[in-house]
C-alpha cells in the first residue's frame, strides 16, 4: 500500500503483526507534517508496535520533519515498540547528530540491520517476497518465525 501527498510518499515494504516497514520518500517538512503523522497513527492503530522506515529516498528533512519523527518514536514508545530507521542519508544523519537525536532514533545502514534490532518473532519476512498482479505492493502478513531467515 502507497500514500501520496504533496511531495511525500510513504509505501508499506513489509507486515507481520507487530511491525511494519514503511518506505519514506520525497520531502518531509511542514507541508506533508499532517499526512506523514496520520500515516505512522494508521499503523500504530491497527496494532504495529514496531515501525522500520526506509529513508533511502528521503530527500529532505527539516525541523518540522524531525519533531514528525520525534512524535512517531513518542508513540511507539508508549506501546512498549521501538522506532528505527534504515538507510538515512549524509543530509539526515547531521540532523539528528547535531540536534542529539540520534540516542533517541537509531539509525542503521539497511532495513535488514534494523529489523536484526527486533526481537526475531516481531520481525516481518525480509527480504518481502516478489508477488504479482494487482496485489504486488501488498506485503505478506506473517512474522518471520524462529527459523526462517527473516532479516
Known sequence: ???QAG???VTELARCEHCAVLRVS???DQNCE???LRAIGTRVLSGHRHLVLDVTALTFCDS???NCLLAARWLLQRREGLLLLAGPGRRLSDLLSQTASNELLPSHS???GALEALPRHHRPVWPPPI???EDAAAPPAACA???DAGS
Request: no cysteine.
Open 110 to 112: 539497511t532495513v535488514s
Open 1 to 3: 500500500m502507497s500514500t
Open 64 to 66: 518540522r520533519g524531525l
Open 26 to 28: 520525497g520531502e518531509l
Open 34 to 36: 499532517q499526512f506523514f
Open 131 to 133: 508477488r504479482g498482479g
Open 7 to 9: 511531495r511525500l510518499a
Open 145 to 147: 518465525a524462529d527459523g
